[in-house]
């Protein structure tokens, strides 16, 4: 089995189904994004499923992942093994890497750096495409009172050594390398936006390679106070100082876009069909799939966006190309799209509607004037 070549094959014919907007996809997903746990150890203040609210714990059985890894892994270039929890509290994390090195699958993982060690380090290494620490305040008090949970010094000792490991790696094995990248990723708060220069040039301290930034998504009237919507201009000024500092320091910078305050966000539904012209952007409907514990299969990592079926019912290829599917790929570029695409602040490079990161019913929305 010759891997590169079905997965070129592969990539070649998902851009081509992504470009001619068809509803049903010629080739397999890019990345699986698979929930192999939602397990986590941490309770940060803004989480839904772990700071919020408690969720039923769950694990997606071994047998089920080793099904999908041998129907999808031959196909997809890159597996990312926990959305919604701490990936190396899967109960066979070592099961997965090991089913990526077989199937030449790299390996994005998104993690507090907490549970990290020399031998997770290394075995992941090999297959490594981007690791993104959680890092949320440059001061010990800010990161402790957000990612409740963790221990400042302790996580950047992990990181720092998790740079070193990488650094001799990379030395060591130069020929047919996929530089395996280390990032540093924040949610945007009020709290925590006037820090964020400052976790840059903590970065370049680190020895990291890339900066990553989300603006928060409310999910719980308590964390209102702490959307970026309501200072703009602050929010502006600090990310500006942020990526200007990652330009001069040489690091990858994937900050979102400053604020265009001249745009109502009040009005986003208007503003939707006025900016967002077809063809319109999105990074999942043919390039990607999310699949949670319980078998759900979701089309993207947005917090409403619809479950097409469940692989405890059906296989995830029938799935995959399924009516839901269709009706969604056919529509994103309509004047009706779904919800969840109308609302989707990755769907544009400016936001458009304070919906996109203001996800609580209308009823304790029209509380607060700033957005209504």
Request: proline content about 5%; aromatic content about 8%; charged content about 30%.
């Amino acid at each position: 089995m010759n891997l590169k070549k079905i997965k070129e094959k592969n990539k070649k014919d998902v851009l081509e189904s992504e470009k001619k907007r068809e509803a049903i996809n010629r080739g397999f997903p890019l990345r699986i994004n698979i929930s192999t746990t939602n397990r986590c150890n941490l309770n940060c203040v803004m989480c839904k499923y772990h700071g919020q609210t408690k969720i039923r714990r769950e694990d997606l059985p071994l047998k089920k992942f080793r099904e999908i890894a041998e129907e999808f892994f031959p196909y997809c270039e890159e597996v990312h093994p926990v959305i919604d929890g701490e990936p190396f509290l899967s109960p066979y994390f070592y099961e997965i890497v090991s089913l990526s090195k077989k199937y030449q699958v790299r390996l994005n993982i998104a993690t507090n750096g907490m549970l990290l060690n020399d031998k997770i380090s290394k075995s992941i290494l090999p297959i490594l495409r981007d690791i993104k620490f959680s890092f949320d305040g440059a001061r010990k008090k800010s990161l402790e009172s957000i990612r409740r949970g963790v221990k400042y010094k302790i996580l950047i000792e992990k990181i720092e050594n998790f740079v070193k490991l990488r650094n001799k790696y990379v030395k060591e094995n130069k020929k047919d390398l996929v530089y395996p990248t280390i990032t540093l990723q924040t949610v945007l708060m009020n709290r925590n936006i006037k820090e964020l220069p400052q976790i840059v040039r903590l970065g370049k301290k680190m020895g990291i390679d890339r900066v990553k930034g989300l603006n928060l998504v409310v999910t719980n009237i308590r964390c209102l106070k702490e959307s970026t919507l309501i200072n703009k201009k602050q929010a502006n000024k600090y990310l500006k100082k942020a990526k200007e500092l990652a330009k001069r320091y040489g690091l990858i910078e994937d900050y979102p876009s400053l604020f265009d305050l001249k745009i109502n966000l009040k009005e986003g539904d208007k503003n939707f069909r006025e900016r967002l012209n077809p063809p319109r952007c999105c990074d999942f409907l043919w390039r990607q799939i999310c699949i949670e514990p319980n078998g759900n299969v979701r089309a993207c990592c947005h917090i409403n966006s619809p479950v097409m079926g469940n692989i405890f019912k059906q296989k995830v290829s029938e799935i995959w190309n399924n009516q839901k599917y269709q009706d969604m790929r056919k529509r994103l570029d309509s004047e009706e799209p779904y919800i969840c695409c109308k609302h989707c602040p990755m769907m544009s490079e400016n936001v458009v509607d304070f919906k996109a990161y203001i996800n609580l019913p209308q009823k304790q929305i029209r509380k607060f004037k700033f957005l209504i």
